[in-house]
């Protein structure tokens, strides 16, 4: 992964589209969920997938002033992408891999032991390098059955945490669904199984190490998992787990364009590729340079997604191009290089993901590298 800005000099004199990052609304959300902690819960910002789409560096880069107390990101690159800009703060690779290993021990970032076979390679690896208590984080199954280690694999555990190479800085899991009450019983029981692996881990070792289990949906709905630190993502960037939350937090990611062309179509005549739209009356028509390889969802077409253009709603007429859309002005008042507003707050990014029968999450992090990122605060 390079850095996109390297790919794109000048980015934003040459394209009309725009992710607007309003820092001041990180800011606020931040603040919103640190008042549901306690003083002393540590905060651990995931920045993984370039800051959820939004921009990796920047973010991390303005959090860093403002006690932040760790970050995650998904892959070793990623946090390589981060120490590169200068980022200090520990970094958890919540992902980290055998093959990048040395990397992430040059870039000193910190890696999450999933099974016995990262935990045996990366202590062996931290011994042959003469390696002293590397900071690493061991991360349980408890139920969502996609990273982490079993009860049994205590005994390979036991081994390795008395190698003074490492040291075992934290021990975490993750909830599977903590944002559906229907499944408050499920995580009750993910939460009573960490509890219990971590009281055995404990046991064997001098220093008491970092607990956390919550995501965003788990810092509202189980206080009772917060332990030591929590794992902040969607919520940082204005997404709680319900209308309500949502309503309290403030828009981050405002993405924006600017009308290249206005076509005047005919009664009979069609639009785009395989010529998906037919006119049915006489209609204005607004091209607009963002497609579907920018994020924009082909399922968004033919009537089913809309941009604001003037504070109306414009529906995406015809196929999603892979660098344009065009969308129905007929009943609107613009021009050429007029603003089109792809969305601009946390109800517009819901409303493209239910249109296109996805989540928020994929909406913001399918935002391509090519549109400019640009800070405003
Ligand atoms: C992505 C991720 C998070 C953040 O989740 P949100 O729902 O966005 O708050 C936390 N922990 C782990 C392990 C993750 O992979």
Request: aromatic share 6%; charged share 20%; hydrophobic share 40%.
């Given at each position: 992964m390079s850095n996109p800005k390297h790919q794109i000099p000048n980015a934003s004199e040459q394209h009309a589209s725009v992710l607007e990052i309003d820092l001041a609304a990180l800011d606020h959300n931040v603040r919103y969920f640190k008042k549901k902690l306690p003083s002393k819960t540590k905060l651990l910002a995931v920045v993984k997938a370039f800051s959820y789409g939004l921009d990796a560096i920047e973010i991390s880069k303005h959090l860093e002033k403002q006690q932040i107390d760790y970050f995650a990101v998904a892959y070793t690159e990623e946090g390589v992408f981060l120490r590169e800009a200068g980022v200090k703060t520990p970094i958890l690779v919540l992902h980290a891999q055998p093959a990048n290993y040395e990397t992430l021990i040059s870039n000193q970032l910190?890696?999450?032991?999933?099974?016995?076979?990262?935990?045996?390679?990366?202590?062996?690896?931290a011994t042959a390098k003469k390696l002293?208590?590397?900071?690493?984080?061991?991360?349980?199954?408890?139920?969502?059955?996609?990273?982490?280690?079993?009860?049994?694999?205590?005994?390979?555990?036991?081994?390795?945490?008395?190698?003074?190479?490492?040291?075992?800085?934290?021990i975490f899991s993750?909830?599977?669904a903590s944002e559906d009450p229907n499944e408050k019983e499920f995580s009750l029981r993910q939460i009573e199984a960490f509890k219990n692996c971590t009281a055995q881990i404990c046991s064997l070792i001098k220093h008491k190490p970092i607990l956390h289990m919550s995501n965003t949906s788990g810092i509202l709905n189980y206080p009772e998992a917060h332990f030591d630190m929590v794992r902040l993502g969607i919520g940082m960037y204005?997404?709680?787990?319900?209308?309500?939350?949502?309503?309290?937090?403030?828009?981050?990611?405002?993405?924006?364009?600017?009308?290249?062309?206005?076509?005047?179509?005919?009664k009979g005549e069609t639009l785009g590729y395989n010529r998906a739209f037919i006119a049915s009356e006489p209609t204005k028509t607004?091209?607009?340079?963002?497609?579907?390889?920018?994020?924009?969802?082909?399922?968004?077409?033919?009537?089913?997604?809309?941009?604001?253009?003037?504070?109306?709603?414009?529906?995406?007429?015809?196929?999603?191009?892979?660098?344009?859309?065009m969308v129905n002005v007929t009943h609107v008042k613009?021009?050429?290089?007029?603003?089109?507003?792809?969305?601009?707050?946390?109800?517009?990014?819901?409303?493209?993901?239910?249109?296109?029968?996805?989540?928020?999450?994929?909406?913001?992090?399918?935002?391509?590298?090519?549109?400019?990122?640009?800070?405003?605060?």
């Amino acid at each position: 992964m390079s850095n996109p800005k390297h790919q794109i000099p000048n980015a934003s004199e040459q394209h009309a589209s725009v992710l607007e990052i309003d820092l001041a609304a990180l800011d606020h959300n931040v603040r919103y969920f640190k008042k549901k902690l306690p003083s002393k819960t540590k905060l651990l910002a995931v920045v993984k997938a370039f800051s959820y789409g939004l921009d990796a560096i920047e973010i991390s880069k303005h959090l860093e002033k403002q006690q932040i107390d760790y970050f995650a990101v998904a892959y070793t690159e990623e946090g390589v992408f981060l120490r590169e800009a200068g980022v200090k703060t520990p970094i958890l690779v919540l992902h980290a891999q055998p093959a990048n290993y040395e990397t992430l021990i040059s870039n000193q970032l910190e890696p999450n032991l999933y099974s016995s076979y990262t935990l045996q390679a990366f202590s062996k690896l931290a011994t042959a390098k003469k390696l002293q208590e590397y900071p690493v984080h061991l991360k349980f199954n408890t139920g969502l059955n996609r990273l982490g280690l079993a009860p049994n694999d205590l005994p390979e555990i036991s081994k390795h945490i008395e190698n003074t190479a490492i040291k075992v800085v934290s021990i975490f899991s993750h909830l599977a669904a903590s944002e559906d009450p229907n499944e408050k019983e499920f995580s009750l029981r993910q939460i009573e199984a960490f509890k219990n692996c971590t009281a055995q881990i404990c046991s064997l070792i001098k220093h008491k190490p970092i607990l956390h289990m919550s995501n965003t949906s788990g810092i509202l709905n189980y206080p009772e998992a917060h332990f030591d630190m929590v794992r902040l993502g969607i919520g940082m960037y204005g997404f709680g787990n319900d209308a309500k939350e949502t309503a309290a937090l403030q828009n981050v990611g405002s993405l924006k364009t600017l009308i290249s062309q206005i076509h005047e179509i005919k009664k009979g005549e069609t639009l785009g590729y395989n010529r998906a739209f037919i006119a049915s009356e006489p209609t204005k028509t607004a091209t607009l340079p963002i497609g579907h390889a920018d994020g924009i969802h082909r399922s968004l077409g033919n009537g089913n997604g809309s941009v604001k253009i003037n504070n109306q709603h414009c529906p995406i007429i015809g196929n999603v191009c892979m660098d344009m859309i065009m969308v129905n002005v007929t009943h609107v008042k613009c021009k050429e290089g007029d603003e089109a507003i792809v969305f601009d707050s946390q109800q517009m990014v819901a409303n493209l993901a239910e249109k296109s029968d996805t989540i928020s999450y994929e909406i913001i992090t399918g935002i391509s590298q090519r549109i400019p990122r640009k800070i405003i605060s």
